[in-house]
């Protein structure tokens, strides 16, 4: 079991480019959740998706950011026109559809943006 | 709506000394209840869980008690080691669905040798 795999694991670059990290969850599991953690703070979570359907986007999500999950596998997010505020750890975590396993949600090591 | 709160940090003990980290939550229904530890410039690993009222969840010594009548889900750990040092993550999951984890602010624990 590789676990959750993000890359890349950290990117600087320049206020108004775009960027984009991809997530690979744990194999089958089909929900797949993005998470945003500043310095010094839990995260906060940004959407969610059950297979390739985006079920729920937090009001963090602006229109600047775009999360796609398109065969239900991997998932990228891509943010648009950086800003500076954009700069934090971006978290992907993966969990199974079965009560058996209680639904535990296994993170990934976390995508480091600075925007400067 | 739901949410964590969590003692705030750092907490500061020499090794082998007694650790709680505090933490309540505010919920509707029967929440599950997490630890997470985060060691630097890592990810989150999930410690230790319970998932309805009495259960007490534990991992590598830690134990956390799910107190519904407290709200309460309190970390501790009888004797620290200097390897324990990390942020400390309390999370909530709302019952039914998918519900998503929500997290508290976390708790830095250094412990010194």
């Known amino acids: 079991d590789t676990g959750v795999s993000q890359d890349p694991r950290h990117k600087i670059t320049k206020r108004g480019q775009n960027v984009t990290f991809r997530c690979d969850p744990i194999?089958?599991?089909?929900?797949l959740y993005w998470y945003r953690q500043t310095l010094g703070q839990g995260p906060e979570f940004l959407t969610y998706?059950?297979?390739?359907?985006?079920?729920?986007k937090s009001r963090l999500l602006s229109d600047r950011f775009s999360a796609e999950r398109p065969k239900g596998s991997f998932s990228t997010l891509e943010i648009q026109r950086t800003e500076q505020g954009d700069s934090a750890m971006y978290l992907c975590?993966?969990?199974?559809?079965?009560?058996?396993?209680?639904?535990?949600?296994?993170f990934g090591e976390g995508s480091w943006l600075t925007v400067v | 709506g739901n949410s964590v709160t969590q003692m705030e940090g750092p907490v500061t003990l020499s090794e082998e000394a007694f650790l709680t980290i505090n933490c309540t939550y505010t919920?509707?229904?029967?929440?599950?209840l997490f630890w997470y530890v985060q060691y630097p410039g890592e990810g989150l690993q999930l410690l230790l869980k319970a998932t309805k009222a009495d259960d007490k969840g534990s991992n590598k010594g830690f134990e956390a008690t799910y107190r519904k009548e407290t709200t309460s889900f309190h970390l501790e750990k009888g004797s620290v080691q200097v390897s324990d040092s990390a942020v400390y993550f309390c999370a909530l999951r709302g019952a039914g669905g998918y519900n998503k984890l929500i997290f508290g602010a976390g708790t830095r624990l250094a412990v010194h040798p």
């Open positions: 194999s089958e599991h089909n929900r």
């Open positions: 919920a509707t229904g029967y929440p599950s």
């Open positions: 998706f059950q297979n390739e359907a985006q079920l729920e």
């Open positions: 975590a993966s969990s199974l559809k079965d009560r058996g396993t209680g639904n535990t949600i296994y």
